[in-house]
């Protein structure tokens, strides 16, 4: 099916290796070869998961990058040279809406600030959290307050913290009785870590892990904060361009890169997509071509991939034009549409929206190929 669509290469991971063991070099032989059986070849893993000790400088710190150390030596004698990573603490991408309708039967995925500020406080009842929001968002987290639903209030858990977070760090799981508990723990654990000292973490992590990404050759890549910008009292420090510029001066080697996730970048009404893209053209090493479009009350939606702020057949046109020939880039989730609802797909990765998403993006590579040939 795959090959069918247009398909060349395969973004994926050894999903079923927990979190801080190490990936080990049969199974990734396994998996590279049954791609290839078809005709594809594994262009890019994603994601090599960095363990939460790691980023909060746990008693196991050195023994987990010294696994992640291991995993990357196998991926790179088994011809793996492109490996996505994030580095948030406790949770990945949120939304609060995970099939928001539009007006033509299709659904994507939303995220509501107020909503999000409602679990905050009323769900979680994180220490404080009343101080990090804005008069107008109380103004509606107390209406919320007074109409939220047990069923709403359980949705909002499962959103934000279940379905999102269970098939991406297998944190929290389907089917685990106390979801809030159990973030709660997750949370305290980064209790005193503040930007520069997550920024300190990553740095230690990137500086002992280069040595392997130089034998190899392995481009290593971080993925932006999603959303980009603090949330429930943790830092976040892959947030703008002042942020990337950060981390790849703090160890400026070729192979720590980024992956230019326009999805999560243009969620931040502070972020000039495009021009960041010029500027970290050099040392992006994989891109996710999504967009998105910011609403009032610091709301955004998952806009089409002709839309929105990611200006993405600009992103094509920078990503386009490079010597190097195999930069690899996917798009990203797509929307809900065709009884893609019925599927248990998981969220944001439906099978109709992303093929479509996938046609609108050949189109433009198809125009900006053109272009560079008669330039």
């Known amino acids: 099916m795959l090959r069918q669509i247009g ?4 973004v994926t991971a050894l999903h079923e290796v927990p979190n801080g063991e190490i990936w080990p070099y049969e199974m990734i032989c396994d998996l590279r070869d049954e791609i290839a059986a078809h005709g594809m070849r594994w262009s890019v893993v994603e994601s090599l998961p960095v363990s939460e000790a790691i980023k909060y400088a746990g008693a196991e710190r050195d023994r987990l990058i010294e696994n992640y150390i291991v995993s990357l030596e196998n991926l790179g004698r088994a011809g793996i040279k492109t490996v996505c990573y994030n580095f948030m603490p406790v949770i990945d991408w949120i939304r609060t809406d995970l099939e928001h309708p539009w007006e033509d039967g299709t659904s994507s995925l939303y995220f509501d600030y107020a909503r999000f500020a409602y679990f905050d406080i009323h769900i979680l009842e994180r220490e ?45 799981r389907e089917g685990d009785k106390h979801p809030v508990k159990i ?17 300190e973490n990553m740095r230690y992590f990137l500086s002992a892990v280069m040595p392997v990404c130089d034998k190899w050759g392995i481009n290593l890549c971080v993925h932006p904060d999603d959303p980009p910008f603090q949330v429930l009292g943790l830092p976040r420090i892959v947030t703008s361009e002042e942020d990337i510029a950060w981390l790849l001066e703090a160890v400026d080697n070729p192979h720590n890169g980024v992956t230019f996730c326009a999805g999560s970048l243009s969620s931040g009404a502070h972020n000039d997509v495009v021009k960041m893209a010029r500027r970290f053209k050099e040392r992006t090493h994989f891109v996710h071509l999504r967009s998105c479009r910011i609403l009032e009350g610091g709301n955004f939606i998952e806009a089409s991939h002709l839309e929105g702020r990611g200006h993405l057949i600009e992103l094509v046109r920078i990503f386009e034009d490079d010597p190097r020939k195999e930069l690899p880039m996917r798009v990203d989730h797509g929307r809900t549409m065709l009884g893609d609802e019925k599927m248990g797909y998981n969220p944001g990765y439906s099978f109709h929206g992303r093929m479509f998403a996938l046609a609108q993006v050949e189109g433009m590579m198809a125009v900006v190929r053109d272009e560079l040939k008669r330039k």
Do not use: C, S
């Open 128 to 172: 404080g959290a009343e101080k990090e929001y804005p008069a107008e968002t109380l103004a509606r987290v107390a209406e919320l307050h007074e109409t939220m639903t047990d069923e709403e209030r359980d949705g909002l858990i499962d959103t934000i913290i279940v379905k999102t977070q269970g098939f991406i760090n297998g944190n929290i």
């Open 7 to 10: 398909v060349e290469g395969i």
């Open 183 to 199: 973030f709660k723990r997750l949370l305290a654990q980064y209790a005193g870590i503040d930007r520069e000292a997550l920024r």
